[in-house]
T-cell receptor, first 112, second 112 residues
């Protein structure tokens, strides 16, 4: 157990809908990053939050947005879902950026 | 941009054979981290190497960090079916956010 929890674990959405995924980071970790992992691929960095501010973003469109709360938990929001958004979404927390990250179990999103 | 490359992409071995995966960064890294992802699971942290030329062992796994801190390797001695999975290396990027740059992973299959 890494102490990082994500919800929901699985969900199915229709193209065009919006989705919110949630993550509780490990106690004491102020940095949260989100990754998208398609089947057979490595994790693709979406963005990173440090103390409620986004401080890094990967090559994802603006319809991917996030929040980090004062307790360092986080949300990933995806608007106007597309079929290609179907993937495992991983949240990871770390004591600080660049250090070891601990992943949650992930949220499997299927867009139909 | 900064890249981390891993080879081979796939490796198929007989149980008991050795296995090695190599990781090369386009830039010097402050540390290198290794993760293992079992099929259907999420990446799990294995180890972090920080010092130039560092070698660390975990039972049958041996991790090395190159002298120039640009390459690393993971060697598994006498593979077992429990070693099946994808092994990723990752290192902090050069930007201020120090987000992790991931290799594409090496998928290991072990025949019993």
């Amino acid at each position: 157990e890494t102490g990082v929890t994500q919800s929901p674990t699985h969900l199915i959405k229709t193209r065009g809908q919006q989705v919110t995924l949630r993550c509780s980071s490990q106690s004491g970790h102020n940095t949260v990053s989100w990754y998208q992992q398609a089947l057979g691929q490595g994790p693709q960095f979406i963005f990173q939050y440090y103390r409620e501010e986004e401080n890094g973003r990967g090559n994802f469109p603006p319809r991917f947005s996030g929040l980090q709360f004062p307790n360092y938990s986080s949300e990933l929001n995806v608007n106007a879902l597309e079929l290609d958004d179907s993937a495992l979404y991983l949240c990871a927390s770390s004591l600080s950026a660049g250090n070891t990250i601990y992943f949650g179990e992930g949220s499997w999103l299927t867009v139909v | 941009g900064q890249q981390v490359m891993q080879i081979p992409q796939y490796q198929h071995v007989q149980e008991g054979e050795d296995f090695t995966t190599y990781c090369n960064s386009s830039t010097t890294l402050s540390n290198i981290q290794w993760y293992k992802q079992r099929p259907g699971g999420h990446p799990v942290f294995l180890i972090q190497l920080v010092k130039s030329g560092e070698v660390k062992k975990q039972k049958r796994l041996t991790f090395q960090f190159g002298e120039a801190k640009k390459n690393s390797s993971l060697h598994i001695t006498a593979t077992q079916t429990t070693d099946v999975g994808t092994y990723f290396c990752a290192g902090p990027g050069a930007g201020n956010n120090r987000k992790l740059i991931w290799g594409l992973g090496t998928s290991l299959a072990v025949n019993p």
